[in-house]
């Protein structure tokens, strides 16, 4: 939705405004994002690149660089950030030309993956390892896959080679949910979307047409936190059931409060505490050592084959449950075993 901004006392005139027309303003690159791109495209290249190479090419300098003009705000924004990623403990190389010493225009600036890598007698715990891998997940490939395939261009334009492709220096996990894509970008625009939707237990997919607000992770399952333009409220889809290509509508909507992601989350922990199964597991199976290692297990005292289990969606542990076979029996309660129950009748009669 277009919105009309009115300029503050003291703007300078616009040049085009004779004409009826605005020259737009360069995006504004989060500070952050404008430190990455730089780290980026200094590891990608063994030479290194210059001061004119890095402002016309990285991300957060380019939108502001004029190849004819003044840079020399841009200059000292660069000056800042070298001492910023420093600070960081990133290790970061003048090298001056060999054929013009002394000349710092044609100073170049690398950092070397060698001291940039972490040192080999560094390991990880399972735990933390998961973690990392869980934080690798909400950093989507896909969100500077654009940008660094088009630094990488200019790079190359340019003359400069990498050993390495840029995007190897971001994590390599993807969500596999092809909704997840679609729907982060309908977030940031404030779009309304529709998609067919398939709940268990139903056979034909129904339409939805939601506001997103969130895309949340619980229990390692992602999920759209939205508000159901037809039913109206909020709802928690799981991208895995969206069984349709996410359509964009014309219709955009206002921002929601800034907690409701986390009030989102808060409500599916309440449920995930407040829900729970008792679970006999064979010893020794492979339903004992899965199930007794998810969070949340408590071993019976008295029965080390007895488990108490959390969960917050039904159907989706039944569909774990069915998958241990013979190896799980739930006795409570008995929702949850009748759904197992009926996962196991089906996939019977499917096999004859």
């Keep these: 939705m277009a919105t009309q901004r009115t300029p503050s006392p003291g703007t300078p005139a616009d040049p085009a405004a004779g004409t009826g027309t605005r020259t737009p303003a360069p995006p504004r690159i989060p500070a952050e994002e404008r430190l990455f791109s730089l780290v980026l495209a200094l590891l990608a290249s063994d030479n290194g690149l210059t001061k004119s190479e890095i402002l016309s090419t990285v991300q957060g300098y380019r939108q502001r660089y004029a190849r004819s003009g003044d840079n020399a705000n841009l200059e000292r924004q660069f000056e800042r950030d070298k001492d910023d990623i420093r600070e960081l403990g990133v290790p970061l190389e003048t090298l001056e030309s060999p054929t013009d010493p002394g000349n710092n225009q044609n100073l170049r600036y690398r950092i070397p993956r060698g001291d940039y890598e972490l040192p080999t007698d560094i390991s990880f715990s399972p735990e933390e390892t998961t973690l990392l891998n869980l934080a690798a997940m909400v950093w989507r490939e896909g969100s500077l896959s654009g940008e660094s395939r088009r630094a990488i261009l200019k790079l190359r334009s340019l003359g400069v080679t990498s050993t390495e492709p840029v995007l190897g220096y971001a994590p390599r996990l993807r969500v596999r949910d092809a909704a997840f894509a679609p729907l982060s970008s309908a977030l940031e625009k404030r779009v309304i979307v529709k998609f067919a939707y398939l709940k268990p237990g139903e056979k034909d997919a129904r339409t939805r047409t939601v506001a997103p607000i969130a895309l949340i992770q619980q229990q390692g399952r992602w999920m ?129």
């Design 224 to 352: 759209l936190h939205a508000e159901d333009q037809d039913a109206g409220g909020t709802r928690n889809f799981l991208l895995r059931r969206i069984v349709s290509p996410i359509t964009a509508t014309s219709k955009h909507f206002e921002p929601f409060p800034a907690d409701a992601a986390q009030l989102a989350l808060d409500e599916l922990e309440r449920i995930w505490h407040e829900r729970t199964a008792v679970v006999e597991v064979e010893q020794g199976s492979d339903a004992a050592t899965r199930l007794q290692k998810r969070p949340g297990t408590t071993v019976s005292d008295t029965d080390p084959t007895t488990l108490l289990l959390h969960y917050t969606d039904i159907n989706l542990f039944a569909d774990e449950l069915a998958g241990f076979g013979p190896e799980a029996l739930v006795r409570t309660p008995p929702e949850l075993r009748d759904a197992v129950r009926s996962r196991l009748e089906v996939t019977a009669a499917d096999h004859g």
